[in-house]
């Protein structure tokens, strides 16, 4: 999709290409692309931003769960020893985990989206560690979780 | 549109355009719920952890305390506000067929306000220490 400036377009073509994303155009004139997400040097803050849109929609899904073992548990015990058990094996536990990830994810991500609407932490340093928390913070606190529960032995396997 | 603009002016604050309908009540409400969503987020990751591998007659007994169920009923109320708005945003940002785009949005609005009601039905029945569930309901 890139390229450099082809040769014996010299009209056309800088002397150098410092961002190596020249393209040549229908027309056979070498131009740079316009800024579209192919183009973008990718940026951590894009990250942070679209996972915060997969958060919202995955913790949907999780407040649907939720409802779901509280009708569960409203159903009485017997309905809820079945759902006590699905919750407690490999996959009940996987499935916890990744919600927990989710929950710690829309914390953090919400935070920072909080804290950028008030039109703080948008400097290009700021910016870029408020992302980097927000996109990497939520799986040590997930696994510091999971390990203190089997710690403590409230979880087991 | 120079007589609308001349019935209508915009207004303006900041030198930032008022929204002239209701676009900045939706932002702001969605900012106001997501701001009450964190605090009410780390009451339900200590509460998890609290729970987590409680039996039957733990869960009822903490649902029977009102601060408890009053906030997860706040909780998860004020998730599924957000999550309704928030939802509206990113359909509205790919969804361009206005009739698709209504019917993503209010289809989902549907769910969100029935999974918020029943959600209340819930823990309101776990909380006062109702018989279990379909008792009660056209038996």
């Known amino acids: ?157 | 549109m120079s007589s609308q603009t001349t019935k209508n002016p915009a207004k303006f604050k900041n030198h930032v355009k008022i929204s002239e309908r209701h676009g900045a009540v939706e932002w702001l409400t969605e900012r106001v719920a997501l701001a009450l969503l964190i605090p009410l987020g780390l009451w339900v990751v200590s509460s998890v952890f609290t729970l987590a591998g409680a039996g039957y007659d733990d869960l009822l007994a903490w649902f029977a305390a009102p601060l408890n169920a009053g906030l997860l009923i706040l909780t998860l109320l004020t998730l599924f506000l957000f999550a309704s708005l928030a939802w509206k945003v990113i359909i509205e940002d790919y969804i361009h067929k206005p009739m698709a785009k209504t019917l993503a949005i209010g289809g989902l609005n549907l769910v969100f306000l029935a999974l918020a009601a029943a959600s209340v039905f819930f823990i309101v029945r776990l909380a006062l220490g109702s018989a279990p569930l379909p008792a009660g309901i056209g038996a």
């Open chain 1, 1 to 157: 999709m890139s390229s450099s400036p082809l040769p014996g377009d010299a009209s056309n073509a800088p002397a150098a290409d410092p961002t190596g994303r020249f393209v040549r155009q229908p027309n056979g004139r070498v131009r740079p692309l316009s800024p579209h997400l192919q183009v973008w040097r990718w940026h951590v803050t894009m990250t942070a931003s679209i996972l915060f849109r997969v958060t919202i929609g995955a913790i949907s899904v999780g407040a649907a769960i939720a409802v779901g073992w509280l009708a569960a548990l409203a159903c009485g015990p017997e309905t809820y020893a079945g759902t006590a058990a699905l919750l407690g094996s490999p996959f009940g536990l996987f499935i916890g985990f990744g919600l927990t990830v989710v929950l710690f994810s829309f914390l953090l991500n919400g935070a920072r989206h909080l804290f950028n609407d008030t039109g703080n932490g948008l400097t290009l340093k700021s910016a870029n560690l408020l992302s980097n928390i927000a996109v990497w913070g939520p799986i040590p606190l997930a696994v510091l979780f999971w390990v203190l529960l089997f710690v403590t032995g409230r979880v087991s396997l």
